[in-house]
C-alpha cells in the first residue's frame, strides 16, 4: 500500500506480528486465575512449523527462489484450518502469529478446528497467472503430507483466491489419486465443491457482528447501521463485499480505499457501491471515480464517520494515528489491524472495536461448513449457509459482550488490564482452548 504503516511503528512500538500477538495474549492471560501451572505458556507455542525454500522457472525462463512457512499451532480443537498469503512481507513470524489468532478464531467460533496460517514470500502483483500457478503448486507439493482433509486444511487469504484453492485442490488431488479429496482445501470455486456464501462470508460475517453489537452495546448515537456511516479500508475480497452488504442493509459508505488510495463521496451521501465496483474492475483501483473526492489511505482512518473497517493489512491503527480516529466503532474485518498500544488508546476514547477473532470469523466459519459439505458429498442452499453463519456470528457476538461486561472496568485496571472487547474475545477463545486441553489430558 502506498502509505500504509510501516513494520516497526513508530518510535517505541513494537509492531513485529510476534510481539503484538503476545502481548494481545498476555493481556488475556491476566484474566485467566486458576488454570492448571505451565498450560498457558503451552498454549503461546506452534506445535509444528514448516519452512521451505524452492525454484521457480519464470515467464523469462530465469529461475527465482521463493521461501514459504506453513504453522501449525496445535490440534487440540481438530484439524488446523487457515489460510494462505501471498505477500513481500510473509515471513515465520507473520505466519507463526495468523496460526495462534486463527485458534482463538475457531474456539470462538465453536469451530473444531484448531489454528493454522501459511504463505510464500512473493509480490503477486508482479507475477503472471502461470508464474502464481507454478508457485502454488510447487508449494503444496512442498508441503506434501503436512496438508490433508484431516490434519491441516488451507484456505484463502491476502492476494489469495478460488483459483488458487482450486490448484492446491489439484495438486493434492493429483499426490492422492482415487479418493475425496475436496475437503483438503476450502474457498474453492463452487464447481470444484466450494460452498455457497463463501465468498462474501467474511464480509458478511463482520456485517452480522456489527449490527449485533450495535444492538446490544446501547451506544446512545449509533444504535444500528440505517443510515450510519460508514468508511472501509481496502477494496478487495473483504472490503468490497462489506461495502456492498453494509450499504444494502441501509449504511451509507461514505469512502473507500485500495492500495493505491482512496475515495469519499463529495456531498456526504453514500458512494454508490455498485459504480464502485465497476470502476475498480475497469481501471484496476477505486481512485479516480467521477464524482468523488481522493484521499490517502492514511487519510480514510481518520475522517469522521460512525462506523470505520480496516479491511486490508496489519499494523494501520497504531499509537501514532489512534488518537485522530473519529470513528464511533472500528471493525476489525482485517487480522491484526490494529496495535495493543492503539486499542489502550482507542478503549481509553471510549471507541470500542470489534477484534479480528470475532469480526472476521465468518470467513471460517463457512470454509468450515464448506468442509462438512465435501465430507458427506452434499451442497447446501445458500440460505441455509447464511442462516448457519449468522447464529454462529450471534453467538459469538453474545459470548465476547457477555465477557466483555464480567471483566473488571478500565478506569479500575492499569491500562495492560483495559476491558476492551479484543481482550474479552481472547480471554473467552483460551479459557475455551485451555478446558479443551484438560479435557482431554496430557498425553502420555
Ligand atoms: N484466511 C481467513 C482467515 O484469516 C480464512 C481462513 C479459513 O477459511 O480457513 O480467517
Known amino acids: 500500500m502506498n502509505d500504509t504503516r510501516p513494520a516497526s511503528g513508530c518510535e517505541g512500538e513494537d509492531l513485529s506480528p510476534i510481539h503484538?500477538?503476545?502481548?494481545?495474549?498476555?493481556?488475556?492471560?491476566?484474566?485467566?486465575?486458576?488454570?492448571?501451572?505451565?498450560l498457558l505458556d503451552f498454549l503461546s507455542y506452534p506445535k509444528r512449523t514448516i519452512s521451505v525454500c524452492f525454484p521457480i522457472e519464470m515467464e523469462d525462463e530465469s529461475v527465482t527462489t521463493f521461501h514459504g512457512y506453513r504453522v501449525l499451532h496445535n490440534s487440540i480443537m481438530g484439524p488446523g484450518k487457515g489460510g494462505i498469503r501471498y505477500h513481500p512481507c510473509v515471513n515465520e513470524g507473520e505466519v507463526t502469529a495468523l496460526a495462534l489468532l486463527m485458534t482463538w478464531k475457531c474456539a470462538l467460533m465453536r469451530i473444531p478446528f484448531s489454528g493454522a496460517k501459511g504463505g510464500v514470500a512473493c509480490d503477486p502483483k508482479q507475477l503472471s497467472q502461470t508464474e502464481l500457478r507454478r508457485i502454488t503448486r510447487r508449494f503444496i507439493s512442498e508441503l506434501g503430507d503436512n496438508i490433508g482433509p484431516h490434519t491441516d486444511i488451507p484456505a484463502p487469504d491476502l492476494y489469495t483466491n478460488a483459483q488458487t484453492m482450486a490448484w492446491i485442490f489439484d495438486t493434492y488431488d493429483m499426490m492422492h489419486p482415487g479418493r475425496n479429496n475436496r475437503p483438503v482445501v476450502t474457498g474453492k470455486p463452487l464447481e470444484l465443491g466450494g460452498s455457497p456464501g463463501r465468498e462474501d462470508a467474511t464480509a458478511r460475517g463482520c456485517l452480522?457482528?456489527?449490527?449485533?453489537?450495535?444492538?446490544?452495546?446501547?451506544m446512545p448515537e449509533l444504535g444500528g447501521l440505517d443510515g450510519a456511516r460508514v468508511a472501509i479500508q481496502g477494496f478487495g475480497q473483504v472490503g468490497?463485499?462489506?461495502?456492498?452488504?453494509?450499504?444494502?442493509a441501509g449504511a451509507s459508505i461514505t469512502a473507500v480505499s485500495d492500495s493505491q488510495g482512496g475515495i469519499a463521496s463529495s456531498d456526504g451521501t453514500s458512494l454508490d457501491v455498485t459504480q464502485v465496483l465497476a470502476w475498480k474492475r475497469e481501471h484496476g483501483t477505486v481512485v479516480g471515480m467521477p464524482g468523488t473526492q481522493s484521499l490517502t489511505n492514511q487519510g480514510l482512518l481518520e475522517l469522521p464517520c460512525d462506523i470505520l473497517i480496516p479491511a486490508a493489512m496489519g499494523n494501520q491503527i497504531t499509537q501514532e494515528n489512534a488518537p485522530r480516529i473519529q470513528a464511533r466503532l472500528v471493525v476489525e474485518a482485517a487480522n491484526?489491524?490494529?496495535?495493543?498500544?492503539?486499542?489502550?488508546?482507542?478503549?481509553?476514547?471510549?471507541?470500542?472495536?470489534?477484534?479480528?477473532i470475532l469480526a472476521n470469523a465468518g470467513g471460517v466459519a463457512v470454509s468450515y461448513f464448506e468442509w462438512v459439505q465435501n465430507i458427506e458429498n452434499q451442497e447446501w442452499h445458500l440460505d441455509e449457509v447464511n442462516r448457519k453463519l449468522r447464529e454462529k456470528m450471534v453467538a459469538a457476538t453474545d459470548a465476547v459482550v457477555a465477557r466483555w461486561r464480567q471483566l473488571p472496568a478500565a478506569g479500575d485496571s492499569p491500562p495492560s488490564l483495559c476491558t476492551d472487547l479484543r481482550t474479552a474475545a481472547l480471554v473467552e477463545a483460551i479459557e475455551r482452548v485451555a478446558n479443551i486441553t484438560l479435557k482431554r489430558g496430557i498425553w502420555p
Do not use: C, M, N, Y
Open 20 to 38: 503484538v500477538s503476545q502481548e494481545q495474549f498476555r493481556r488475556a492471560t491476566t484474566h485467566l486465575k486458576g488454570l492448571k501451572k505451565g
Open 208 to 218: 452480522i457482528a456489527a449490527e449485533r453489537f450495535l444492538s446490544l452495546a446501547g
Open 240 to 248: 468490497a463485499h462489506a461495502a456492498r452488504l453494509f450499504r444494502e
Open 336 to 356: 491484526r489491524p490494529v496495535s495493543p498500544e492503539a486499542d489502550d488508546i482507542l478503549t481509553a476514547r471510549g471507541i470500542p472495536l470489534l477484534p479480528d
